[in-house]
């Protein structure tokens, strides 16, 4: 028996604004970021602009290169490509700076941990994945091996981010290590079943 709407939309919700804020802790604690995060704060400096709208502006520029590859957005990539950012900018708005290396690092494995079960919230709602994997498959749709095509995204977003000032460190190598382990324990606790006659969209590793 398929789970109700209002129920998905509250799982899909609830892993978005937790998404947003595990970024905020991982900001705050100053020790790098995840390769796309990197990027999003490289563009942030450059652009004088709040972190939360550099992080919507690419997810709705990564949505129109969508359009060449034919892939179909859900509910979940829309709210992906508004909510997030929101959330990022007002947990930033709250939370303050850590001095302590040793609150810092704490941050950071929390930071780690919450973007591990918000992102297994997110994509068991089944409601559609997140602007930059739909790019991922789309493009490993076209024939290329999806693990070679990852590889080259994050490596490609990480390297432009360093360059404009995005924060590269520790945290991002801790990072690409132990999301996946984390989203892979987590997803089938989560995971809601399939909405009865639709295709299962939860086709995506990560939401970001």
């Given at each position: 028996m398929s789970t109700t709407l209002p129920t998905r939309f509250a799982r899909l919700l609830s892993g978005l604004v937790l998404f947003g804020v595990s970024v905020a802790l991982l900001v705050r604690a100053d020790l790098g970021l995840a390769s796309w995060d990197v990027l999003h704060q490289g563009l942030a400096e450059w652009t004088g602009l709040p972190l939360g709208l550099v992080v919507n502006a690419v997810a709705v520029a990564v949505l129109l290169l969508w359009i060449p590859l034919r892939q179909r957005p859900g509910?979940?990539?829309v709210g992906n490509a508004v909510v997030v950012g929101l959330a990022v900018d007002a947990a930033l708005a709250v939370l303050p700076q850590v001095g302590p290396l040793t609150l810092r690092i704490a941050l950071l494995v929390a930071g780690i941990v919450l973007n591990g079960v918000a992102t297994a919230l997110y994509l068991g709602a089944r409601l559609g994945p997140g602007p930059r994997d739909g790019l991922m498959t789309g493009l490993a749709a076209r024939g290329l091996p999806i693990r070679r095509v990852r590889t080259l995204i994050e490596l490609a977003v990480l390297a432009v981010g360093w360059l404009l000032g995005g924060a590269v460190g520790p945290g991002t190598l801790l990072y690409a290590v132990g999301i996946g382990p984390i989203v892979h324990h987590l997803i089938p606790r989560f995971a809601l079943p399939a909405p009865a006659g639709s295709p299962d969209r939860?086709?995506?590793?990560?939401?970001?």
């Amino acid at each position: 028996m398929s789970t109700t709407l209002p129920t998905r939309f509250a799982r899909l919700l609830s892993g978005l604004v937790l998404f947003g804020v595990s970024v905020a802790l991982l900001v705050r604690a100053d020790l790098g970021l995840a390769s796309w995060d990197v990027l999003h704060q490289g563009l942030a400096e450059w652009t004088g602009l709040p972190l939360g709208l550099v992080v919507n502006a690419v997810a709705v520029a990564v949505l129109l290169l969508w359009i060449p590859l034919r892939q179909r957005p859900g509910v979940g990539t829309v709210g992906n490509a508004v909510v997030v950012g929101l959330a990022v900018d007002a947990a930033l708005a709250v939370l303050p700076q850590v001095g302590p290396l040793t609150l810092r690092i704490a941050l950071l494995v929390a930071g780690i941990v919450l973007n591990g079960v918000a992102t297994a919230l997110y994509l068991g709602a089944r409601l559609g994945p997140g602007p930059r994997d739909g790019l991922m498959t789309g493009l490993a749709a076209r024939g290329l091996p999806i693990r070679r095509v990852r590889t080259l995204i994050e490596l490609a977003v990480l390297a432009v981010g360093w360059l404009l000032g995005g924060a590269v460190g520790p945290g991002t190598l801790l990072y690409a290590v132990g999301i996946g382990p984390i989203v892979h324990h987590l997803i089938p606790r989560f995971a809601l079943p399939a909405p009865a006659g639709s295709p299962d969209r939860s086709d995506s590793p990560c939401p970001a």
